[in-house]
Every structure is written in structure tokens, then in C-alpha cells.
């Protein structure tokens, strides 16, 4: 149980360009879902959090309007790069928990951006 | 930051058992302790979790001291395909990873 998808599992899309990502929960309702991005040979980096039918806490530094996050259901929520440049080129990883914060993270994927 | 410190790496023979430490010294009395582990290019992958007693599932065990300021995850038999990035991770109001501890399983 407590699997997570993502999709698309990679992109390459041209710099100006906007790209979505999703993250289901598959066989849960996630009430609250995290965002990170991993750059090479670097730790995860938590970008922000949403629970359902709320709006995302972003993390310090992280561009609320350029990195929209929408959780309109409890087994979806959606990340879009808005505008993307080279510099946005990561995995991006997202994971679902029933709980809070505090539960257990389930993790998707992964997602790999490139941005030319 | 986050609140944990481990080794960057280790190594461990195939079929024997990999004991990956973590410190946690300001642990507070009702966070959690979290072991992840994250494969190449992969999503982490969730391992096992404890408050204060010793854990075990099928994966692996958490053995938490007395004092809560250190742990150990426990993999008894490793294989090859337990090479990956092991991340200790004590549950805040946010999800901290730290470098974590690059374990290498060799045959």
C-alpha cells in the first residue's frame, strides 16, 4: 500500500516555457503533500507543503509565483514551473502523508526537469 | 538545519548486517525518528520509524538509546540492492534531509 506517482517521470521543455507536474496518491487520501527538489549529488530540499483545499506554505526562498502548487483533491496536487529557465532544471520529488507533518512521508517518483 | 548527523559513508559485505548510526541530540520528547533511503535517480523510500522503543519490520530494525539522542537502523542480511542513500530524519513542523549516510554494499 501507500504508493505515490508523479508524472510526467521526465521533461525537457525550452527555457520561457511553463511545465506542470502531478502527484497522486493511489491508494490513500493525503492530507497533506510536500514538494522538494534534488539538484546532482545533493540533498532532498523541501520547497513547500499543502494540505488540501488550502494555499501552500513555501520555504524560504522558494518563488511562491513561480513555482505554483494547487492541492484541489486529497489524492492530487500539481506543481507548476512557471517560466522556466536552466537554473530550474531537477528532480523534482513530491510525497503524500495522511496525517501531518509528522507522519509517515510516502514518496513519488521523482520527476526530471531539464530545461534547455 | 537539520537535526541529525551521520556518517557519509559506508561500506558493508553482502550478507552481513549494516549498522548506519545517526545522532539526534535535541531530539524533543514527542518527535520521531525516521529512516529513509533514497536508490539512484529514484523517490526516497520509507524504512521504518520509532518514538522510543525499539522497531522491527520486514525491512530492517531502529534501535533508539535510552536517552533518545542516537539511533541506529539495523539491516540484518544486506544485498547488493540495499546500496542507496540512508536518511535519518527526526519529524519537526517540516521535513529536514541531511546529507545522510551513503551506504555501499559489496559482493
Known amino acids: 500500500g501507500a504508493v505515490v506517482s508523479q508524472h510526467p517521470s521526465w521533461v525537457i521543455c525550452k527555457s520561457g516555457t511553463s511545465v506542470k507536474i502531478e502527484c497522486r496518491s493511489l491508494?490513500?487520501?493525503?492530507?497533506?503533500m510536500f514538494w522538494y527538489r534534488q539538484f546532482p549529488k545533493q540533498s532532498l530540499m523541501l520547497m513547500a507543503t499543502?494540505?488540501?483545499?488550502?494555499?501552500?506554505?513555501?520555504e524560504q526562498g522558494v518563488e511562491k509565483d513561480k513555482f505554483l502548487i494547487n492541492h484541489a483533491s486529497l489524492t492530487l496536487s500539481t506543481l507548476t514551473v512557471t517560466s522556466a529557465h536552466p537554473e530550474d532544471s531537477s528532480f523534482y520529488i513530491c510525497?503524500?502523508?495522511?496525517?501531518?507533518?509528522?507522519?509517515?512521508?510516502?514518496f513519488g517518483p521523482g520527476t526530471r526537469l531539464t530545461v534547455l | 538545519d537539520a537535526k541529525t548527523t551521520q556518517p557519509p559513508s559506508m561500506d558493508c559485505a553482502e550478507g552481513r548486517a549494516a549498522n548506519l548510526p545517526c545522532n539526534h541530540s535535541?531530539?524533543?520528547?514527542?518527535?520521531?525518528v525516521y529512516w529513509y533511503r533514497q536508490i539512484h535517480s529514484q523517490g526516497p523510500q520509507y524504512i521504518i520509524h520509532?518514538?522510543?522503543n525499539n522497531e522491527t519490520n520486514e525491512m530492517a530494525s531502529l534501535i533508539i538509546t535510552e536517552d533518545r539522542k542516537s539511533s541506529t537502523l539495523i539491516l540484518p542480511h544486506a544485498t547488493l540492492r540495499d546500496t542507496a542513500v540512508y536518511y535519518c530524519?527526526?519529524?519537526?513542523?517540516?521535513?529536514?534531509f541531511g546529507a545522510g549516510t551513503r551506504l555501499f554494499v559489496k559482493a
Open positions: 520509532g518514538l522510543k
Open positions: 491508494d490513500f487520501q493525503a492530507t497533506t
Open positions: 530524519i527526526v519529524e519537526d513542523f517540516k521535513t529536514i
Open positions: 535535541t531530539i524533543s520528547g514527542n518527535e520521531y
Open positions: 499543502s494540505n488540501e483545499g488550502s494555499k501552500a506554505t513555501y
Open positions: 510525497s503524500a502523508s495522511s496525517g501531518t507533518y509528522t507522519d509517515t512521508q510516502y
